[in-house]
């Protein structure tokens, strides 16, 4: 089992749809959460950072942690066709802050 | 404000050579992180350098080195490549050994034949 699951998707939406996007993981020692956002052939994106557990909005995205469920989301709200891409989650454990293990990945298009 | 920044972008090698790909970080980041994406994974922890010391390890074998510099500049070489090593090699930069918020480059993407 990997450490940290995410359905590959797609997921296709209509332009303006909130879109959810959501990963779990077993690794109970995890306390730092990020969302990366990446284009096609291209490097990630920092979207957002969290530490432990609760929400954090930041324009149209919202991240949020429940570690006693070990779930992790980010919502999109009035999504546009700019946010068709690939949308990873990543994590790492308090006293390994700089190894960042990351689910697969779930690929998103925004239909206008 | 300058990211972090990779050379080359793209690379083919033959199966058996050496390769050396380079990264600069982001102005103000002192640590430099390696991954390795293959083709609809997420990428995958390589190691990581913090004062010109290797600091946390991956799963990789040794044929994977790296080496940081005084500049905070890295470098990641692969020697005897293998077909299977063919993949985005990613880049990325933080504030400390701890530190999670990192920040990626565009990534170099190697072939092997």
């Known amino acids: 089992q990997k450490e940290v699951e995410q359905d590959p998707g797609p997921l296709s939406v209509p332009e303006g749809a909130i879109v959810s996007l959501n990963c779990t993981y077993s690794?109970?020692?995890?306390?730092?959460f990020m969302w990366y956002r990446q284009y096609s052939r291209k490097g990630p994106e920092l979207l957002m950072y969290?530490?432990?557990?609760g929400n954090k909005e930041d324009g149209r995205f919202t991240a949020q942690v429940d570690k006693s469920s070990k779930y992790i989301s980010l919502f999109i709200r009035d999504s546009q066709p700019s946010d068709s891409a690939t949308y990873l989650c990543?994590?790492?454990?308090?006293?390994?802050?700089?190894?960042?293990?990351f689910g697969q990945g779930t690929e998103l298009s925004v239909k206008p | 404000d300058a990211g972090v920044t990779q050379s080359p972008t793209h690379l083919i090698k033959t199966r058996g050579q050496q390769v050396t790909l380079r990264c600069s970080p982001k102005?103000?980041?002192?640590?430099v992180s390696w991954y390795q994406q293959a083709l609809g994974q997420g990428p995958q922890f390589i190691f990581q350098?913090?004062?010109?010391?290797?600091?946390q390890r991956g799963n990789f074998p040794d044929r994977f080195s790296g080496h940081q510099f005084p500049n905070y500049s890295s470098e990641l070489n692969v020697n005897a490549l293998l077909l299977g090593d063919s993949a985005l090699y990613l880049c990325?930069?933080?504030?400390?050994?701890?530190?999670?918020?990192?920040?990626f480059g565009p990534g170099t993407r190697l072939t092997v034949t």
């Open positions: 102005s103000g980041h002192d640590t």
């Open positions: 969290t530490y432990s557990s």
């Open positions: 350098y913090y004062e010109e010391e290797e600091r």
């Open positions: 690794n109970s020692a995890f306390q730092y």
């Open positions: 990543a994590m790492s454990p308090y006293n390994q802050g700089g190894k960042l293990i």
């Open positions: 990325a930069s933080s504030l400390g050994v701890a530190g999670a918020e990192q920040y």
